[in-house]
Every structure is written in structure tokens, then in C-alpha cells.
């Protein structure tokens, strides 16, 4: 049992800090600022969004009701595709499917996934004597930084060029200018090199159609693409909630997501089912053509399925991780992800709730304002405070009893 | 048995004082309805004006938040401070000077609202009743604070005295005590059969009877979280302000997407709640109006805190409204 006293009082100083914090205030006033000017942009101009995010709360109800029958489909349907399907209880065995996939003393190109982060995959994966790069550039900044992720879409939200050009200079033993050109350009020669020597790239996914085995992967810097299609093997590490009935579904899923991550369209979009193949030569179909030979998905619950079962908690599995709602939280945009631990600001408490804790995350559900802005920003209209409340109920009731 | 979880304690102290005292910080009755003056208003009947003794906590809960700002929430000093009342026979420490370091000024505003949003009422045509000895505490911050199992309890003794007032209607001033009483105690407890409406609801209905308020500059809403998101009040402000002739400019984020004033952050985190203030009044003072309006008493408190350069004049609405008959 944690003492909440003791772990309140510093999780406070932090929050208070970084509160006062030079550069995340000024970066945070940007981003809010960009984020809501662009979101109402992408919705004005495919006004069909807000009607298209109700109907994927539909698809998102049925598939938590039915996730298990879905998750049953979809490894079956990998398999066909002749990809191999896994599902992982928690993060110890989802580490040691991965590294028994892998194996030790190979290099590993990564691309961003918050379940990645959940399950501190890295770590796990450099303890078994691999060498892993992150290879979406505010990740790197991070891994360079032995820095945590401050914001679920733009990690290094905290970090301003200056930094990253000290950051850079050390790392790349050379002067790298405070210049954003220039700090994207020397870590793009950087990875260009580890992708084609990677023996492995990890990705996560932001939805999977059931039907067809399908994953999604949406992104901007093209790094996923690399990732997931030069090294001969492809990994990836997918929550069970992530999972919808069809591929149609999915992709209305994956509109309303990037939409409300504050784009009209996204850079990229990766749909894979199965490692590449070609039936050029007398139509006969050959595994392993110019991308992956080999293709994995790790389906990992974590605390999901408990969250699943418990009707209180459920729709918090609906989240897209736009993170939309973080822009609009008046402690995050004074905190960033201070006001968090994997998982971020209040929907993030109720998540840590389940991935951890509710005596880890009580110090976060206690600094949720419950106001409900994130509400009204919310795709999914997660009712994030009603959570908050009963979590709180949750933490006090030892106290009680 | 599992180990004692140990929680900040003003948590506890919070909770103890409601659950035992009916008030958050344990203001008696005699100290709570020292608002009605002159007002002699009858303990029954059929509109029942409820404060909750909300306002009057204010000037209490600031005096207490300066205290905190400089005591570690986790010290044991803090918590003497917070338990002053109850500690004060094992301590030696004078609860009386923790509630007499509330300034003088701040105690008769605040105090002054529930005097002049009854005021207003009756002179609506409202026959009010106040339950002035038997007025208890909503019990919402049990209900913030996740103390469910103690509400539930709480809850009934509220209810009991509520419905001894024979009351058909209850006029919330506070948007926490109509959302406790519209939302949650229906779902926890045997609520009498009563409508539940806030001031400005009962304001808006008769609002064509309101005498006009000289004010030749627009003035700016605040609009509270809990009044426009939970209760979806929001419009009827706007009526008002039309009706007695004031025009208005809207902030950047009003209405259904206002910016939480960082109240409820203020007992657990001060300072941040503090900062938080301060941005929303930047917000409103952003709109160039030199004064703004604000619906509910914790974010009047909160507002006030993140205001100390005075960036722009605060008034709660009733204080505004009632402007109209001091003319």
C-alpha cells in the first residue's frame, strides 16, 4: 500500500514547478493555440467529422462488448495472412514474447506507441542486449534526453530547439545549430542508416479491423513507414481495445482520429496485414518480398480487460488518443505532462487506474478538476469526470472502511 | 486488515467537519445565517432559499489557503491548521484566531451576497423561506472528494431537513448545491419531491420586472463549469444582462467550452490553482471589458486569487444585478 501522503506531497512540488517553467508555459501556449486553430480548420472544412465520431462510438461500444470474439477473429485472420498473432496478459509476458521473437544482440528500429511506453518496451528489450532506437523525432529527443514523453502525440512538447541542439551537438559529437531544419536533418541522416540495417522494427497501431487482420497506423514523419517495411522483420504491439469489426469501421475510426489530432489528413497512413509478398514469378505467391519477411502482432491486455468488464470504466477504452483533451485541460496546459505518469491528465488518471494502480494514480485523480472541457472536446464524449469520481471513491474507501 | 491508507489530511478534515458539523469547515448556523439582517425571513414555505453556507465559507477558506501556500500540505503543521477547530483543546491553538484572521471586508461581501440574492427574490414577488437554524451543507465536496459512503449517510439528514421545511421549490445560490440536488441526491437518497432551480433561473423568469443597472461598459461572463456544462446554464445570463440593459463581450471560451476558474484545485494545490485563476482572468480581461461577472462562490474565491494585480473589477452577478435597486 503506497502512502498517498508521502507520494502527494512530491508529485506536488513537481506539478508546482513545472508550473513556473519557462518553457513549458511558452511552448504549451503555442501548441494549444496551433492545436485549436488547426482542429477547427480540419472540422470546417470535413464537416462531416462531428456525425462520422458518433458513429464510431457505435463501433467502439460493439467492439468493447465484443472484444473477445474480435480479438479471436483477428489472430485467426493474421495467421491466414501468414502473420503470427499473440495475445499478452501484462507487460512481463508481452516483453517476453517480443524478445523471444527477436532474440538478443540485434538492432531494433521503433516507431512511437504509447502502449511502448506502457509496458516501458525499450527498456525490455535493451535488458535482453538489443539496441533499440526510437526513430519518431520527438521520441528520440527523449531517448537521448532519458526524458519521458510530456504529450501522448508530441512527446517533446517540452523541449524547445535550443535544447535540442545542445542535446544534439553531444550525442552526434558535432555542432548542431539551433535550427529546426537543421536538428530534422541530422537525425534523418542518422536513422536512414539504421533502418536498412535494422534486423527489426517495432510499431504500434491506432486501430485493427478484425475482418481482415488489418492494422493502422497513422502518422506524419514517414518513420513508421520506414520502420514497419525496410528491416526483414515487423512487430506490433497493439492494446486489445484497439480492435474493431471491420476494416471500414477502421478506417471511419482512423478519421476521426487523426481529424481531431488536429489534422485534415494526415501525412501517412499504413494499413499492413501480413508480411510482403509477391506473386510476380508464375503467380506463385512468395513471403518476404522487398518489406518484411517476417510480420508479429502482439495483442496485449495490461489491465484492459478488467476496465472492459466493469461498465463504470469502459468507455475510457474508447479513447483514440487524439489528444485533443489535453489541450484543453487548464492543468495540463500549465503542466504538461507533468500532470501524468505513461498516461496523461485526467483521462490519463483513469487509465493509470488500470495499467497500474488507483493507489499509483490517485495523486493524478486528485488534481483533475473535473470541470469536463475534455468532454466537450472528446470525439468519444468520454465522460472523464464521472470516472474521476468514482476512482476517487475507490481511493478514499480503504480510509473508510 | 489492510494497513491505514494515509490521505492529505485536509481531505479528512473536510470530511469530519461535514459529516459532523454539516459544514465544511465547521461554521455553526448562528455563524452561517448572520446574513439575514433585517430580512425576517419565515423558516417554511414553499420556495426555500438554500445558501448551503457556501458564500460564507469563502472568506474562511482563503484566509486558510494563504496559511497553506507556505505550510507543506503534508506537514503535520498543516494539518493543526486545518483541524484547528477540532484540535483545539489537544493543541492549545485558538481555532477562534484561525476564523477571526478572515478580513473583515471579505466576511460582509461575501456574507452580503446571500442578503441581496434574497433581497432580489423578494422583490421579484418570491415569498422565500430560510431555514436559518437547520440549514446544513450540501455535501458536495464529499461528493468531489470521493466520500460517497459518508454522502450517503450525510445525505439523508440533508434531505430530512429540506423536506421539514415543507419546501416545493428549492433556489440554489451555488450551481455545486442545484447539481447535487438535480443530480446526484435522487440517485442516493429519498429526495423530497421538490423542484430544484438555481438564483438565476428564478431571476430569469421574472426578469422583465428587474430595475435597469447604470453600467455604460461592457462587462464579461464568466460562466461557471458546473452552471453551464452540468446544468447547461448558461443563456439565461445573457437574457438577464439584456433585460437590465448592460451589454456584454464574450471571452475565447465561454459557454459550454468556459475555462475552469481552478477552483477545486485550490485546497490541494494552491498554487497551482492560483496560476490557474490567473489565466482565466487574463482571458477575460483579454475582451477589454473592465469588469466581470461570476455565477458561483467558488469561483469568485478563485477568480479573486488569480486577480491580485487587479487586471479587471469582479463582481458576482447577484452583486451586479442588485446594483439595479441602489440606484
Known amino acids: 500500500m503506497s502512502d498517498f501522503n508521502k507520494d502527494f506531497g512530491e508529485y506536488k512540488k513537481d506539478l508546482d514547478k513545472a508550473s513556473k517553467d519557462e518553457n513549458i508555459n511558452r511552448a504549451l501556449g503555442r501548441a494549444v493555440k496551433s492545436y485549436r486553430e488547426n482542429t477547427d480548420a480540419a472540422l470546417a472544412k470535413y464537416p462531416h467529422t462531428l456525425a462520422l465520431a458518433e458513429e464510431v462510438r457505435g463501433i467502439k461500444d460493439y467492439s468493447m462488448e465484443n472484444n473477445k470474439q474480435l480479438l479471436d477473429q483477428a489472430m485467426k485472420v493474421i495467421e491466414s495472412n501468414h502473420g503470427k498473432a499473440f495475445y499478452a496478459e501484462d507487460r512481463e509476458a508481452a516483453i517476453r514474447i517480443a524478445n523471444e521473437i527477436i532474440g538478443t544482440g540485434k538492432v531494433i528500429v521503433k516507431g512511437k506507441s504509447m502502449l511502448g511506453e506502457e509496458l516501458k518496451l525499450r527498456e525490455g528489450l535493451e535488458e535482453a542486449g538489443n539496441e533499440v532506437w526510437e526513430t519518431d523525432l520527438g521520441e528520440f529527443i527523449l531517448q537521448l534526453k532519458k526524458d519521458r514523453p510530456m504529450h501522448i502525440l508530441s512527446p517533446a512538447i517540452h523541449v524547445p530547439r535550443e535544447q535540442v541542439a545542445e542535446i544534439f551537438s553531444k550525442f552526434f559529437n558535432k555542432e548542431v545549430p539551433p535550427d529546426i531544419a537543421e536538428e530534422v536533418a541530422v537525425v534523418r541522416e542518422f536513422l536512414r542508416e539504421k533502418y536498412f540495417t535494422a534486423d527489426v522494427g517495432i510499431s504500434g497501431a491506432n486501430v485493427v479491423a478484425a475482418d481482415t487482420g488489418q492494422i493502422v497506423i497513422i502518422e506524419n514523419e514517414g518513420n513508421v513507414r520506414l520502420c514497419t517495411g525496410a528491416p526483414p522483420v515487423h512487430i506490433a504491439i497493439v492494446g486489445i481495445e484497439k480492435l474493431v469489426p471491420t476494416f471500414l469501421d477502421a478506417m471511419k475510426t482512423a478519421e476521426v482520429t487523426w481529424r481531431y489530432a488536429n489534422y485534415g489528413a494526415p501525412g501517412y497512413v499504413n494499413i499492413i496485414s501480413g508480411p510482403s509478398k509477391t506473386g510476380d514469378i508464375e503467380k506463385v505467391t512468395t513471403y518476404g518480398a522487398h518489406g518484411p519477411k517476417e510480420f508479429y502482432v502482439i495483442f496485449v491486455d495490461n489491465g484492459r480487460s478488467k476496465m472492459m468488464a466493469d461498465k463504470n470504466y469502459r468507455q475510457a477504452l474508447h479513447c483514440l488518443r487524439c489528444g485533443g483533451c489535453m489541450y484543453e485541460c487548464p492543468v495540463f496546459q500549465v503542466t504538461a505532462g507533468h500532470f501524468g505518469r505513461t498516461y496523461l491528465s485526467g483521462i490519463g488518471s483513469v487509465w493509470e487506474s488500470f495499467v497500474d494502480s488507483v493507489d499509483a494514480a490517485a495523486p493524478m485523480l486528485y488534481t483533475c478538476l473535473r470541470c469536463g472541457r475534455c468532454v466537450e472536446r472528446c470525439p468519444m464524449k468520454i465522460e472523464v469526470p464521472t470516472m474521476v469520481g468514482k476512482l476517487r471513491s475507490e481511493v478514499v474507501s480503504d480510509d473508510t472502511e | ?327
Open chain 2, 1 to 327: 486488515m489492510p494497513a491505514k491508507k494515509k490521505i492529505p489530511p485536509v481531505l479528512e478534515i473536510l470530511r469530519d467537519n461535514i459529516v459532523n458539523k454539516g459544514n465544511p469547515l465547521a461554521l455553526n448556523a448562528k455563524q452561517n445565517s448572520s446574513w439575514v439582517k433585517d430580512l425576517e425571513l419565515p423558516a417554511k414555505g414553499d420556495i426555500l432559499f438554500y445558501t448551503g453556507g457556501e458564500y460564507q465559507l469563502l472568506p474562511y477558506i482563503d484566509s486558510l489557503v494563504k496559511t497553506m501556500t507556505i505550510v507543506d500540505a503534508t506537514s503535520s503543521a498543516f494539518s493543526l491548521l486545518m483541524g484547528a477547530r477540532k484540535l483545539v483543546n489537544m493543541t492549545g491553538i485558538n481555532a477562534e484566531k484561525i476564523y477571526a484572521s478572515a478580513l473583515a471586508k471579505d466576511k460582509d461581501r461575501y456574507f452580503s451576497i446571500n442578503y441581496k440574492a434574497a433581497s432580489i427574490l423578494r422583490k421579484l414577488g418570491y415569498e422565500i423561506c430560510y431555514d436559518s437554524t437547520g440549514e446544513l451543507y450540501s455535501g458536495a465536496l464529499l461528493h468531489e472528494l470521493g466520500f460517497w459512503k459518508e454522502l450517503k449517510g450525510y445525505a439523508v439528514k440533508v434531505s430530512d431537513a429540506i423536506r421539514a421545511t415543507g419546501a416545493k421549490t428549492i433556489v440554489c445560490i451555488s450551481p455545486h448545491s442545484a447539481e447535487m440536488f438535480k443530480q446526484v441526491y435522487p440517485e442516493i437518497v429519498d429526495f423530497p419531491q421538490v423542484e430544484v432551480k438555481t438564483f438565476i433561473e428564478m431571476v430569469w423568469e421574472k426578469r422583465d420586472l428587474l430595475p435597469p443597472v447604470k453600467y455604460d461598459s461592457p462587462v464579461v461572463i464568466h460562466d461557471s463549469c458546473r452552471m453551464a456544462r452540468d446544468l447547461g446554464i448558461f443563456q439565461q445570463f445573457r437574457d438577464v444582462l439584456d433585460a437590465v440593459g448592460v451589454s456584454y463581450v464574450e471571452p475565447y471560451r465561454c459557454k459550454e467550452w468556459t475555462t475552469c476558474c481552478g477552483g477545486p484545485d485550490k485546497m490541494l494545490f494552491p498554487e497551482l490553482s492560483k496560476i490557474m485563476g490567473g489565466r482565466r482572468v487574463k482571458e477575460l480581461a483579454d475582451t477589454g471589458a473592465a469588469k466581470a461577472l461570476i455565477s458561483c462562490p467558488y469561483c469568485l474565491s478563485a477568480i479573486e486569487s488569480g486577480n491580485k494585480d487587479n487586471t479587471i473589477l469582479v463582481d458576482d452577478f447577484v452583486e451586479f444585478i442588485y446594483r439595479g435597486y441602489e440606484n
